[in-house]
């Protein structure tokens, strides 16, 4: 058990558990990602890394107070740390310091102009206040980086569809998919599209799906519910199924 990792643990001992806690982090169990990142650290204090995460699932159980402490914290020992930076920039946007969280993100990209993640929520920070055209340019930047990103060409398509590009918009959501059948914030956001047009019956079937990705275990192993998204698009959106 992670709780058995003692402070002698070898490096090796420590990679294995940084392994499973980014594992238990990724599929979101929280708890078990905190029970593994606090035995690193009663193990090692000065992994940065492990620290912030720590913060971050903080912040993800809605204590962002806390997250933003410990993430701090990782900050103070590795300053330079583009990753540390765009974290802090998740943390601030939780305890509602916008603008913080705004220049934390943009200084993970200066110090790295390759962190796609920087990027992407740098982008989705100026969408949400209201300079799409900005936040256009940064999540091309994170496309640019990793352009099989599900998260990047979701977020794409909510940026499209806010600048009025809808059958752009619906394209972005439909590639989000062919890269991860399971990702359901792309339904969601295909939901939004319909609803605005009057499609209530594809809006629901797209939120339905969406409530059954995010349900199941293994996405959607027949591949059902993306064929279906997938023809409701092209019902709604015919000019958009080019690439």
């Not at 002698?8 to 594992?23: C, F, K, N, V």
């Not at 705004?102 to 990209?109: D, F, G, P, T």
């Not at 698009?233 to 080019?242: G, V």
């Amino acid at each position: 058990q992670a709780a058995q990792v003692a402070p002698s643990a070898s490096p090796a001992t420590l990679q294995h558990w940084m392994e499973d806690g980014l594992r238990f982090h990724q599929d979101g169990h929280l708890d078990q990602a905190q029970h593994v990142y606090e035995a690193i650290l009663a193990a090692s204090p000065d992994e940065t890394l492990i620290l912030s995460l720590l913060g971050l699932v903080h912040h993800q159980r809605g204590n962002s107070g806390a997250g933003e402490k410990l993430i701090r914290q990782a900050v103070e020992m590795a300053p330079e740390s583009e990753v540390l930076r765009d974290h802090l920039g998740l943390a601030l946007d939780g305890v509602g310091d916008t603008e913080g969280a705004m220049e934390s993100h943009a200084l993970s990209v200066i110090l790295d102009a390759g962190h796609a993640p920087g990027w992407y929520n740098l982008g989705m920070m100026l969408l949400r206040v209201g300079r799409s055209d900005d936040a256009l340019q940064c999540v091309m930047r994170a496309l640019d980086i990793e352009p099989r990103s599900p998260v990047y060409r979701s977020g794409f398509g909510r940026v499209l569809a806010k600048l009025g590009h809808r059958a752009e918009a619906a394209d972005a959501y439909r590639l989000a998919l062919l890269a991860d059948p399971g990702f359901a914030e792309a339904c969601v956001g295909l939901a939004a599209l319909w609803r605005e047009e009057g499609r209530e019956d594809d809006a629901l079937a797209a939120e339905d799906a969406a409530g059954k990705l995010r349900l199941g275990i293994g996405g959607d192993p027949t591949g059902a519910i993306a064929q279906d998204i997938a023809r409701r698009i092209r019902t709604s959106f015919p000019s958009s199924m080019t690439h």
